[in-house]
């Protein structure tokens, strides 16, 4: 029987901002467009760990609060024994411009309380309330060298704590209540210009009516110049009417090409090895699972190895119960290790790793690929595309003469066949008629043996002569066959992968078409309704 489980969504119109399990052992799990068994945890599982050398975990950015799941991931403050910090928690800073979002998931615990469970173990959480435009970008005033150092910089909001769990109603019965008086804000320590982030995650574009200002070119400079040199930005572009994907592969072309500039225009950097990777995750399976659409850019591909090489399961035991629900969502996650059903996960995952390492010939360590592609660039789909059409040339440079070969070949088989088929016909009338002129000789009611004995040697003779001809030309045939079939063996393959060179350049050379429609958002916003899907 399926389990149930009951959970809490934020939903704006038609658009789903997220939800939360409300089971206790259940509703720290990251749940909708972020599950753990999906792109932003196969990110999370790959980079957010905690740097030995420096002390520290990598910087979290959230542009779009929605329910506050990114906090689920959040690494609290650890404590050793004689209460002194081991690890420090985690910075998570998010970005909203809503008010009312804000006060739905991130100052009360009514509906949603991963921000406030995130608090209480230590993260260093703070919200950003305003447009990201401003607050994230590095020159904005409130960073000014002409404020002094104790006022500068953006302010970070905590948690307000709005709800009270053990609060009276109306009726004075326990059943939760606001406070009254609300709590005085408090705030942590304020972003300041030089802030890094480790990881960036633009989630504001699902809604029927984007943002825009928030995913342009010069928006992607301001999230870069805020980025760790080895940071990733994750943007959720699921929509249902928008395509951004050829969007984001022209800014990073753009980027790549022209670098990196600050908002008065001055040059910040060079990015010539800028990339970007996608993973459209249409597995609802999992509980709490939506179908989601990401895209990963990082200033080199090198620095998002470990999110599309995925160690295997024994060497991430805090991933177990995750992929357990993912792979048996009937089952009841507080009792995956109990069950050992988290050990049956891990066999699998291995066996599926090593079987996929055999078939492609991998060598080095063992590691599980997941499906992220990388963006289709202008120039990208060009150099494929010459390297295909090269590929293509110098194929059916090779396949003509064996494509000619086959011709004569099949010419000269349907030649054969044209005489073959009456020649069968007449061995076989001839052989006939020689059996029945044979038994009819033995047959002691035959009056004139002497007329059938004379025509049974005709026919005798008459098979003679045609049975060494059908020989002949059956011999004849089935040499043209044989041959024919190992000329087909040599040309047949090059003739595939000719039809799927010229299938995959066709292709190309349609999303090429799209993505130039598109052209790059830039802050005129010339071109954004070349986005919409037809």
């Known amino acids: 029987m399926q389990a149930r489980y009951y959970v809490n969504r934020l939903v704006h119109g038609t658009t789903l901002h997220g939800k939360q399990f409300l089971e206790e052992d259940l509703h720290r799990l990251p749940s909708s467009y972020y599950h753990a068994s999906g792109p932003v945890g196969m990110v999370m599982r790959g980079y957010n760990r905690f740097n030995e050398k420096e002390k520290r975990w990598p910087a979290l950015a959230v542009i779009g609060l929605g329910t506050g799941t990114v906090a689920a991931y959040a690494n609290g403050e650890q ?61 904005n005033t409130l960073n000014s060298e002409s404020i002094p150092a104790e006022k500068r910089g953006v302010p970070r909001l905590r948690p307000g704590e709005h709800w009270d769990d053990d609060g009276l109603d109306r009726n004075g019965k326990p059943n939760g209540a606001y406070r ?12 300041m210009a030089g802030d890094k982030y480790g990881l960036i995650f633009a989630d504001a574009f699902s809604s029927d009516a984007i943002p825009v200002h928030l995913i342009t070119r010069e928006a992607m400079m301001i999230y870069l110049q805020r980025l760790e040199k080895d940071g990733i930005i994750c943007v959720h572009i699921s929509n249902r009417y928008l395509d951004l994907l050829p969007v984001l592969s022209n800014i990073v072309s753009n980027l790549r090409e022209h670098g990196v500039y600050d908002s008065k225009g001055n040059p910040v950097e060079k990015v010539p090895n800028l990339v970007g990777y996608h993973m459209s995750d249409d597995d609802e399976i999992a509980p709490g699972k939506s179908r989601s ?12 190895e470990r999110m599309m090489n995925v160690p295997l399961w024994e060497s991430d035991e805090g991933s177990l119960d995750a992929l357990g629900t993912a792979l048996w969502p009937s089952a009841d996650p507080a009792m995956m290790a109990a069950s050992g059903l988290a050990l049956a996960c891990r066999g699998i995952s291995e066996e599926v790793a090593k079987k996929a390492f055999v078939e492609e010939k991998r060598t080095g360590k063992m590691v599980a690929r997941t499906k992220w592609f990388p963006l289709d660039t202008l120039h990208d789909i060009d150099a494929r595309n010459d390297e295909d059409k090269a590929r293509l040339a110098q194929l059916e440079k090779d396949v003509g003469p064996l494509k000619e070969k086959v011709a004569d070949l099949e010419k000269q088989l349907k030649a054969l066949e044209k005489d073959y088929e009456p020649l069968k016909q007449e061995q076989e009338a001839a052989e006939k008629n020689a059996a029945a002129l044979e038994a009819l000789l033995k047959d002691a009611r035959t009056a004139d043996k002497a007329d059938v004995a004379r025509k049974l040697e005709e026919a005798k003779k008459k098979a003679a002569d045609v049975t060494p001809k059908f020989k002949r030309m059956t011999e ?30 066709d292709s190309l050379e349609d999303r090429r078409k799209k993505i130039a429609r598109v052209g790059v958002w830039t802050d005129d916003y010339s071109n954004l309704l070349s986005v919409f899907n037809r």
Do not use: M
Request: glycine share 6%.
């Open 293 to 304: 659409h990401w895209v990963a850019i990082t200033r080199d591909v090198a620095n998002i």
């Open 79 to 139: 404590k050793a024994p004689d209460g002194t910090v081991e690890r420090p928690g985690q910075r998570l800073d998010y970005y909203d411009i809503d008010q009312v979002v804000v006060d739905i998931s991130y100052n009360q615990r009514r509906y949603f309380t991963y921000c406030e469970d995130a608090k209480k173990r230590g993260v260093d959480i703070g919200l950003i309330l305003g447009d990201a435009r401003l607050t994230c970008d590095p020159s």
């Open 476 to 505: 004849e045939k089935e040499t043209l066959t044989s041959s024919l079939a190992w000329w087909k063996e040599r040309r047949d393959p090059l003739a595939l992968e000719a039809a799927r060179l010229k299938r995959r350049i």
């Open 180 to 191: 009254n008086p609300l709590p005085k804000p408090e705030y942590g320590p304020a972003l």
